[in-house]
């Protein structure tokens, strides 16, 4: 078990007297947090008490161990009320677990807390809306970057996605993008309801006509809503028209470089180490904040440095030869400097993934806009799915054909536009020309999706015609464990 970090302030206690007679007039708390969603972490939580009757001065706080564990010792006897401290639930704007304890002298009292499930989280943001299920909720605040806490009051935050309709003549689904604003208020809160889950959504504070780099975001299913706060820096932020016409002029291309971007300036500065999953560091990475003009190369210990960035929400690139890119929102300040370590995942290829973890899947997962994806929860879900292709009930973009071998997707826009596509390039583990149904569910890890071929990953050029179908298999032995590198996502560790 880990060192619990506890910070204590006790106030009138006996002057004097022996040692042991003081503990005599101590107690302890401790419990246990459980945390319900398999994509955020209790380590993100505390556990505050503070007493509510004589000297009220009297509070201690403990941080949790990774099983949720928790322990405060030497607590003055009396009422107290203790509570779940939880950044993520103050920035959803969600009550945390509280209760009452009385603590008695040479006793220990035993309280345990549970974080609310994705689905309470999600109704409790979205009072009043009655959503379907694989919807979800994002939510948070919006600050003034160039004056640190002061709330961002009547900005905009802009969130699109892609949704795939299914035409009722047809019965294909057609790709259909979708932009949501809505208005931060006095506290600078915002809220939206109704994004799907297991799909990247995009992210984006306006105010004025400036406008924050556009954060990629995705919900897991259990997660029913995450924390996202932002911030807009009036100084230094580059207006939406220039932002979007760098995009366009990026998309046109067909590549992410450079040379496409901005080159914005401001006294914001950035440091911090790059490292791999086994956590040696990585030497010789690219990184640069997008759209800003400074750069750098990391050293031997995998540090790196970077001076003069614009201040507020703004994204870190990391590129290293043969590493998927690592791109990550940090929240600068003018004048001050930001410690954010960054991890690379393994290689972006489909081989030797029975080597490894699904840390390059769930990478993609995390940054592909136009993807769809099943994860391996989702597809335990599907009990009804004898064969793979009975799990593309739930891939809206694709039809099936067939049962058995002969079994075939294809990709709806194909189908329209492509007479002579008659099924989707299939790759199982970096093999092509697979069958959809060579693989069982119970052997998948996860599925990678890509109707249309303008959005499909480089990695799968001259595939991409009649759609592109990446199915990833699940490990055969158990996870090698890994030290913790202290990242976050989500807003979680």
Known sequence: ??????????????????????????????????????????LAAKVMV???????????????????????????????????????????LVPPPETDVRIAPGRVVLADFTLPAGTALRDTICRGSRLPERRAAVAGRAFDADADGRPLVGADLQAIWMEFPVDRLTHHSVPTRRVVVVRSGQRGEYRICGVPTETLFTLQLRNEGRASAVVRLIIAD????????????????????????????????RRDERGDELQMVGTSALAGVVRGLSGEPFAGAQVHVRHARSSTITDKAGRFALDDLPAGTQMLVVRHPGYSIAELPVELRPGKRVEQD????????????????????????????????????????KKHAAETVDLFDDLLGFTTFGRGRSARVVSNIALANKRRCSEASVIVQGGQGRRINDV???????????????????????????????????????????PAVGLKANGYP
């Open 440 to 482: 069982t569910p119970n052997q998948i890890a996860g599925i990678e999706a890509y109707a249309d071929a303008a959005f499909v990953p480089a990695r799968f050029a001259g595939q991409a015609d009649c759609g592109v179908v990446v199915i990833w298999l699940q490990r055969p032995a158990a996870p090698t464990p890994r």
């Open 1 to 42: 078990m880990r060192h619990l970090v506890v910070f204590i302030a006790l106030v009138s206690i006996a002057p004097l007297g022996s040692l042991a007679a003081q503990r005599d007039t101590l107690g302890a708390l401790e419990g246990t947090i459980h945390e319900r969603s398999g994509y955020r972490s209790v």
């Open 342 to 381: 960054v991890l690379l995942v393994r290689p972006l290829t489909l081989e030797d993934i029975q080597d490894t973890d699904l840390e390059a899947f769930d990478a993609v997962r995390r940054s592909n806009q136009y993807g769809q994806f099943l994860t391996r929860e989702q597809i335990g879900r």
């Open 50 to 92: 503070r007493r509510v009757e004589l000297d009220t001065t009297v509070s201690a706080t403990a941080a949790p161990d990774a099983n949720g564990r928790y322990r405060l010792d030497s607590i003055p006897a009396g009422r107290y009320r203790a509570r779940v401290v939880s950044p993520a639930l103050d920035s959803l």
């Open 222 to 253: 259990d997660e029913g809503a995450i924390a996202r706060d932002l911030s807009l820096s009036a100084r230094t932020a580059t207006t939406i028209a220039a932002l979007d016409s760098a995009a366009r002029v990026a998309e046109r291309r």
